[in-house]
């Protein structure tokens, strides 16, 4: 604490850890001051000796040092102890003759007597300096030296406690725990009996050990179950199936763990049963635990003895192989000791035989029967929970839940069925808490953390209740068992040795009652609360939070009781001390013969040898713990044992620290003067303490931090107090422990009696007993909480004494949350009238008087009622919060301003402060809304009456009316914190706050205060009577509604105490509402943004029949992006909708899949499908897989479509309506049918051409689908024709009436031949796809094409691009995007630059669907594949495919100009600037010099537009080339591959090229080559190679750039021939260039030239490309005729 240090004034530790030292107790004692130069943080007594430990790691010696080889004469006087120097030391302890200390990283060193081995340290009897000793786990492999937490030190034995918690032991005696044969144990051991546990703290007597163990709770189940016994490695537990149950049996029995095997058969069965019936006579005690005395003993707190025998018949079983020692190894917790309970030990061997059970049983149930009139004499609601047989096993780790763990699983099943053949009524007793089952609800599961099992009706009140509870309790009880002895079902296998059935199952694991079990319970199910809480409250801080579920384990000698187990028999392994189970043991101390624990609650339960009154009680016998005589007030925060006394450090009435004494007088110089044995003996016999008494010097010591005593000695350490900063740490942890104690005593005084009583569920509805229950679950988490503080703060101020580690400021949400919730859990039970309901029980249980509830509700006034009381005393933890503020301000102001410390204290003091203030409100509010109630018409508080609603205001005065309401009618308006309520005489409304916008109205000259009221499903106004009461009203709703919106609803202070801003909520907000008024949304939910009363924004709307929409929602209506799901009754599916809409309507583009499996993709209108979409029908299987893409309109199919049958294998392209085929149409067939002409009725009706594979050709009338009826004219392949009448199937048989020509015989009748036209009788190309331009056009803003303004089309490409840009995660896709966000220039002169700007933007705009351009290109090439893929590739639909591009290019260049006007039309013409610009996609320039005239670009859209829409078309046009040119390539490539094989000069000879074009030598790879007459592919190798990449282009103009660059390269090459500038005549050039394209071998070139030839530029055709084309083309086809010689 550096800044501590600083502001302290610290001068070389004057102030800090003094160290004082005393003996006895006499009124003339006083203490002496050992003077050292660093503060002392740690003091260990021995015998005649002490270490001290101080600041800086330092150890001194003080006293008699035998060990040491030099003995020092002033013995007083500490040594520094040097072999520890260097080493930094963090605890140290002393043993009677030896010492030990532990370093920082976990080394033990130890000193001074070994004769018992006791220093770990085998050979010497001595050992003069702190000696290291290694601690090694040898079951680790490999070996690991084992870090050490802390040491404690006895006569003969040292314990370890190692940092992960467990705990070593060497030395000599039985209270190692090892299980040991030889002794002394030399090297250190684990005590494996505690392994698998989270040991606290250990604690050494002279002969004797303690730990204190933490509750096993959830964070240990991870710990691997021990299955194995680890001395003689049997396993622990076996399972048997019987029928319909298992059996687990823990049978096992170690023979290496029975050592002491003492005749104890004084504790028979019988003796017990008459202990029992004897024991009223004998003293109550104040701890009201039974009394026990040595020759009969009753049961010990926690061990009842006939609880559970008629349960489960293994409980003798266990008890005797405990009283044996005989506990196997992983079973630390049995749970109703033999020791303490004296219920069965009948002999020595570990398990009694069945008969002996039968005739226990037998004598049970008579001894129960001559009891029952003891029933009730003195019981009251108090019973003890059967508590034996691990049943409510307070401690689960018994061997049971080890095996749960493992096999909960397999028996899961199982367990539910053997829960039914169970009784039923011992389930429930086993189960629920005895007082109150009986009357008629489980009011809480026993022990849902083991150890704690604290809960809505604890198993024994400890110390609550001033009846003996002896008789009572266990009369109660057995009047129970034998009832249900007489009726019980027989379990099979019950009874059989050692064995546990399943329904054991230990409570720390969830019970598994069955749900049918509990419906025949048929009590009124509650919820049960626990009253004693799991752990802290956050999972991250239950670690910080020290632990208050714990048990105390003891063994060792038990000569004196010191153990605490009821009786004198020595334990050879720790063994849980039942009776502190639920005392919140923080601290155990063991003296030479007595051991000492110390509560949460600042008790201390003290026992073992009493005969110097060191107990500081005279209850006898002393084998138990009891708690120590101290007057009411007095809270002990630290203990210390001697040898025969006891030290306490408690709180008195003044913030300092007083001290108690209890135990032998030490008389006056006996120290000095060293005296005989015998002498000795008789000194300590002298005068000595009945009870604690003060030590009158301790006021003198100021701040004691902790005291030690040890052998005759006493030592308090103390601070002096700095800048105060020493005081107000100790005042707040005072004040922590006072209020816990105070919250114990409410909860063990009031609120479990209360919750006990049987009137309860009569007295209070089921709703009010939920929140009492809730009420005072939370109660016990705030006082949980407050206990686990209390103990932190009090380990802080025995060893840190500093702000770093103060809970409350590290977690202060966890404290804030906890005392936020108690008080609205108060809260919500005072506005439903609980307090006044609680009235009858609690009269009938406190009395009129109720003296009990006035002191703990700390009420300073008169006459109260006992409801008033009651809220008072629940209220109790609220101003606590004050006194956190003013304690944490305090500790502040001992630090600099600018310190972290002070900051972090001023922080959470301003936080307790401004909740303290919250809290108060809510107290106010709670008591106006229940004041309300009482006064508000019965019939309607019980609807509107809500635990969490507060009453804001309301307007019984009058204040506020409904404008328009008739004369009679009355309207009275409440407002709440969660809703507004319109009441009427009969019937009210409610509109909930969240959903509810009010404004005011303008008064303009009316005179009327009125305020609007807007909720979803209606708008009114309201009235005010004056200004003033409107502005109220209106700042009271505004205030509410924003309070509702943050969630705050709960808590919100009464705006009447209006804080005076004026808070308007938000207009759009986020809220829930179900619809009610008839209309579309009926019972629909909404949730999501509201603006004004209306969805608006993001959303999901809920129907009650199971329809969804999620999107987006504008006034109230889809509107937006949004999905929609509707189930589909019939088929058990839903449809669902993805896409946009408009006004409640589908309408835009969205995707529809039905819950048939059809899945239409396209644009909607009004619910409807209209506009361009494509419809998908079933999957390939399925019996129509088919796929229409056209258009629509009102749902129907019409206009335009392509309709792709699968299944027949037929694609149809024409006109529809009303989904039948109907106008001109072409059916093209996967067998190459080829249909054109017109339909009807979706039948080929009417004129039509029909042609087959092979060319026959039929020309007429059609009646139905490949149907001929009527005229027409057949013409076969050859020419010859038939003309008439035909009738018949296509392909099946025509009948023919007519002639049959044959025009070829004469060659007059030559001019006869037929040659039908196909394209004639289809859709024009113009007319299709018309609704996807639409769509574009309408995107832009137009009506219908060109109609429209250009500013608003570029408006609405940049709000497309923008909106649609958050779908939308591709990185590469948002760079486009980037490029696309800046509009280019579209108005004034196009410049050469401004159109390569525009075409540029075009390619970009074209490659994303976002922008409406790209969503054009990419729907058309949808289509356009959908049209010519598949069975569409028939090469007589070539003609309209090529059509059918140049119209996409007329139109998109009809919008292209529209967005840039000033674009020229089609042929017009851009002057270049003078500077030759070099685009490679430029048709004119060429690489001439620059004196050529100036060129001039010529705008067509086959420039601007096919580099974007070719390629994406180019795979189905290039196909239907390929097939149309299939029987011309092939006579080209047979050609060609013939002339191949011909060496270069022969095939240049054979096309006739002159010879001063032969290369005589070719560079090849960088060296010359020559040709010689067998080279082969050298010749223009350059030039074929460039000709070659022709098939790797897709427009015109860039195959026609390859054919230019094809030419230059030959014209190179002959001009390195010949050496001078040549220019070529067509007779030279045609064969060279012949030679070239012969040798480029390409395969499709009758397709490449159609391509060209069909779509090229028309202003290039007459131009030098389109001479060049030419040529190439006459190439093709002078190969096609080449004949070859």
């Known amino acids: 604490m550096e800044t501590q240090r600083k502001s302290s004034g610290d001068n070389g530790g004057g102030e800090r850890g003094l160290l004082h030292t005393w003996k006895g107790y006499s009124c003339s004692v006083t203490p002496e001051r050992l003077l050292l130069s660093r503060p002392v943080l740690q003091v260990a007594l021995g015998t005649r000796h002490g270490v001290l430990l101080v600041e800086g790691g330092q150890v001194y010696s003080f006293g008699e040092l035998p060990w040491k080889q030099s003995q020092v004469p002033e013995t007083e006087k500490p040594t520094l102890e040097s072999a520890l120097s260097g080493q930094q030391v963090v605890a140290v302890a002393a043993g009677s003759f030896h010492s030990g200390a532990v370093t920082e990283d976990g080394g033990v060193h130890m000193w001074g007597d070994n004769n018992s081995g006791q220093c770990g340290l085998s050979g010497l009897i001595t050992v003069p300096n702190p000696t290291p000793v290694a601690l090694v786990d040898s079951a680790a492999s490999p070996p690991q030296t084992v870090s050490v937490w802390e040491l404690a030190c006895g006569e003969q034995h040292t314990l370890a406690l190692s940092a992960q918690r467990e705990v070593w032991a060497w030395g000599s005696g039985c209270q190692l725990g090892l299980n040991a044969t030889v002794f002394p144990v030399w090297k250190p051991q684990k005590v494996e009996h505690l392994a698998g546990r989270y040991v606290l703290q250990v604690a050494c007597g002279a002969s004797h050990s303690l730990a204190l163990v933490r509750c096993l709770g959830p964070q240990d189940i991870h710990r691997a179950p021990v299955d194995k016994c680890r001395q003689c490695n049997q396993l622990l537990y076996t399972m048997t199936d019987k029928e319909d149950h298992v059996i687990i049996s823990d049978g096992h029995y170690c023979p290496l763990g029975v050592e002491l095997a003492v005749d104890e058969d004084v504790l028979e069965a019988p003796a017990s049963t008459q202990g029992l019936k004897t024991s009223p006579s004998e003293p109550v005690l104040p701890s009201h635990t039974a009394t026990l005395n040595s020759a009969s003993s009753a049961p010990a707190e926690g061990a009842d003895p006939s609880s559970d025998i008629t349960h489960h018949q293994d409980l003798e079983t266990e008890e005797s192989a405990l009283a044996n020692g005989a506990l196997p190894a992983s079973d630390p917790d049995p749970s109703a000791h033999s020791e303490g309970g004296g219920v069965l030990e009948v002999k020595s061997s570990p398990y009694p035989d069945e008969q002996a059970v039968k005739d226990y049983l037998k004598k049970l149930s008579d001894s129960t029967q001559v009891e029952q009139p003891v029933k009730g004499t003195a019981g009251g609601p108090h019973t003890l929970l059967p508590s034996a047989g691990g049943l409510t096993a307070s401690t689960p780790g018994s061997t049971l839940n080890s095996l749960v763990a493992s096999c909960a699983s397999a028996v899961g099943e199982r367990v539910a069925s053997t829960y039914e053949a169970l009784s039923l009524k011992k389930m429930m007793n086993l189960y629920l808490p005895s007082g109150v089952s009986r009357s008629g609800g489980p009011a809480g599961l026993t022990g849902v953390v083991p150890g704690v099992a604290e809960t809505t009706t604890e198993r024994v009140r400890q110390e609550d209740s001033t009846q003996a509870k002896k008789s009572c309790s266990t009369g109660d009880i057995r009047e129970e068992e034998a009832e249900d002895l007489r009726r019980r079902l027989s379990l099979p296998g019950l009874l059989s040795q050692g064995r546990y059935a399943v329904q054991l199952l230990s409570s720390s694991y969830t019970l598994l009652l069955s749900p049918r079990l509990l419906k025949k319970v048929g009590h009124p199910r509650m919820r049960a609360v626990a009253l004693t809480p799991i752990g802290g409250a956050v999972a991250e801080a239950q670690e910080a939070f020290p632990t208050l579920q714990t048990e105390v384990w003891s063994w060792g000698r038990c000569e004196h009781g010191q153990l605490g187990h009821g009786d004198t028999l020595d334990r050879l392994q720790p063994l849980c001390i039942k009776s502190l189970n639920n005392k919140e043991v923080v601290l155990v101390a063991a003296g030479a013969h007595h051991s000492l624990a110390l509560t949460a609650q600042s008790q201390v339960f003290s026992w073992g040898s009493n005969s110097s009154g060191q107990l500081g009680h005279m209850e006898s016998p002393s084998t138990v713990p009891r708690l120590a005589k101290l007057s009411e007030g007095i809270r002990v925060w630290d203990v210390s044992a001697g040898e025969r006394h006891t030290l306490l450090l408690a709180d008195g009435d003044c913030i300092q620290p007083i001290i108690y004494y209890s135990g032998q007088q030490v008389k006056e110089g006996a120290e000095e003067s060293q005296l005989g044995q015998q002498e000795e003996e008789e000194q300590w016999a002298g005068g000595y303490t009945q009870q604690p008494v003060l030590l009158p010097f301790c006021m003198n010591l100021r701040y004691v931090s902790s005291v030690f005593a040890g052998g005759q000695r006493c030592v308090a350490l103390s601070d002096q107090n700095v800048m105060g900063f020493i005081a107000s740490l100790h005042e707040l942890a005072s004040a922590e422990r006072k209020f816990y104690c105070k919250l114990c005593n409410v909860k063990t005084q009031i609120i479990r009696p209360l919750l006990e009583l049987e009137s309860l569920n009569s007295a209070l509805s089921p709703v009010a007993l939920g929140l009492l229950q809730t009420l005072a679950g939370q109660f016990s988490l705030l006082c949980h909480l407050t206990g686990q503080h209390a103990a932190s703060l009090t380990a802080n101020l025995r060893r840190g004494r500093n702000v770093k580690s103060l809970l409350i400021l590290d977690y202060a949400s966890i404290f804030l949350d906890s005392h936020h919730e108690y008080c609205s859990a108060v809260g919500n039970f005072h506005v439903m009238g609980g307090f006044q309901t609680l009235i009858k029980p609690s009269l009938d249980f406190f009395g009129k008087s109720a003296e009990l509830l006035q002191k703990l509700s700390e009420c300073s006034e008169e006459n109260l009622t006992m409801a008033d009381l009651l809220v008072a005393l629940f209220y109790l933890p609220t101003p606590h919060l004050h006194e956190y503020s003013r304690l944490l301000l305090k500790l502040a102001t001992c630090f600099e301003v600018c310190s972290n410390e002070y900051q972090r204290l001023q922080d959470s003091c301003s936080k307790f402060e401004a909740l303290a203030l919250q809290l108060k409100r809510k107290r106010k509010d709670a008591n106006y809304t229940f004041h309300f109630w009482k006064s508000f018409p019965g019939k309607m508080t019980d609807s509107l009456r809500k635990p969490h609603r507060r009453l804001i205001c309301e307007s019984s ?630 000709l070659q990449q022709i098939s790797t282009t897709f427009t015109p103009s860039d195959k026609l750039q390859v054919i230019k660059l094809t030419f230059e390269e030959i014209t190179q090459e002959v001009q390195a021939l010949l050496k001078q500038n040549f220019l070529w005549s067509m007779d030279d050039l045609f064969p060279v260039f012949l030679y070239v394209v012969l040798r480029a071998r390409i395969r499709n070139l009758g397709s490449e030239v159609s391509l060209i030839e069909d779509l090229m530029d028309p202003c290039v055709q007459h131009g030098e490309h389109g001479i060049m084309f030419t040529t190439l083309k006459a190439c093709y086809y002078q190969i096609q005729h080449e004949k070859i010689t």
């Open 957 to 1586: 005065n009058k204040a506020l009316t409904l404008q328009n309401a008739g004369r009679f009618s009355v309207n009275w308006f409440i407002l709440f914190n969660d809703a507004l309520v319109h009441a009427q005489f009969s019937t009210h409304h409610i509109f909930p706050l969240a959903t509810l916008w009010v404004e005011p109205i303008p008064e303009e000259n009316t005179g009327l205060y009125g305020l609007k009221v807007i909720a979803p499903e209606e708008t009114f106004t309201l009235l005010a009577s004056s200004p003033m009461e409107k502005a109220k009203w209106l700042c009271s709703i505004n205030q509410a509604v924003d309070q509702a919106l943050s969630g705050a609803g709960q808590d919100t202070a009464s705006v009447s105490s209006g804080s005076g801003q004026k808070l308007e909520p938000p207009i759009s907000r986020m809220a829930s509402y179900t619809f009610y008024k008839d209309g579309r949304l009926k019972d629909a939910t909404y949730e999501g943004r509201w603006l004004a009363g209306k969805p608006n924004g993001r959303g999901v709307l809920k129907w009650s029949d199971g329809r969804i929409y999620t999107g987006t929602f504008k006034n109230g209506l889809e509107d937006g992006f949004g999905e929609f799901d509707a189930p589909n009754k019939t088929l058990n599916k839903s449809d669902h909708y993805q896409g946009h809409w408009k006004e409640g309507k589908m309408h835009g583009l969205g995707t529809y899949r039905y819950a048939s499996g059809e899945v239409y993709d396209g644009s909607f209108q009004d619910s409807m499908r209209h506009g361009h979409g494509m419809l998908r029908s079933g999957k390939l299987n399925t019996s129509s897989p088919s796929v229409f893409i056209g258009q629509w309109l009102q749902d129907k199919k019409t206009g335009y479509g392509v309709f792709d049958d699968i299944t027949k294998g037929e694609k149809y392209m024409g006109m529809w309506q009303d989904h039948l085929r109907q106008g001109t149409g072409v059916v093209v067939t996967q067998f190459g049918l080829y249909y054109e002409g017109a339909f009807k009725d979706n039948k080929m009706m009417g004129t039509g051409i029909l042609l087959s594979e092979d060319d026959t050709v039929y020309e007429g009338e059609f009646s139905d689908d490949w149907t001929l009826n009527g005229k027409g004219v057949l013409t076969i392949a050859n020419g010859d024709y038939l003309e008439g009448s035909f009738s018949g199937e296509w392909g099946s048989g025509l009948k023919v009436a007519g002639s049959y020509f044959k025009p070829n015989l004469f060659d007059t009748d030559k001019e006869k031949t037929r040659a039908v036209k196909l394209g004639r009788l289809c859709v024009c190309a113009e007319d299709k796809w018309q609704a996807v331009f639409e769509e574009c056009w309408s995107q832009l803003g137009c009506e219908a094409p060109d109609q429209g303004e250009n500013w608003k089309a570029w408006e609405n490409i940049t709000v497309a691009l923008t909106t649609r840009r958050q779908h939308i995660q591709d990185r590469s896709h948002s760079r486009t995007l980037d490029s696309l966000e800046v509009i280019p220039q579209h108005v004034g002169p196009i410049t050469m630059e401004r159109y390569n700007t525009i075409r540029l933007y075009l390619i970009k705009a074209c490659d994303t669907p976002l922008h409406p351009l790209g969503g054009l290109v990419e729907t058309l090439v949808a289509v356009y594949r959908m049209t010519y893929v598949g069975v569409g590739a028939n090469r007589r639909l070539l003609p309209q495919a090529v059509n059918e591009i140049k119209s996409y290019l007329n139109r998109i260049f009809q919008i292209v100009r529209f967005l840039f006007p000033d674009l020229p039309e089609e042929g017009g013409l851009i002057p270049e600037p003078t500077t030759i610009l070099q685009d490679k996609k430029e048709q004119g320039s060429t690489d001439a010099p620059l004196e050529s005239p100036k060129p001039i670009r010529v705008v067509s859209s086959s420039a601007l537009l096919l580099p974007v829409l070719l390629p994406r078309l180019y795979p189905p046009l290039f196909t239907l080339y390929a097939l149309d040119k299939e029987r011309e390539d092939d006579i080209y490539w047979d050609c060609v591959l013939r002339l191949n094989k011909q060496p270069d000069l022969a095939l240049l000879a054979f096309l006739g090229v002159q010879q001063k074009f032969w290369p005589v030598s070719m560079p090849v790879l960088g060296e010359k080559l020559q040709v010689l007459s067998n080279t082969k592919n050298i010749c223009f190798a350059s030039a074929v190679e460039t």
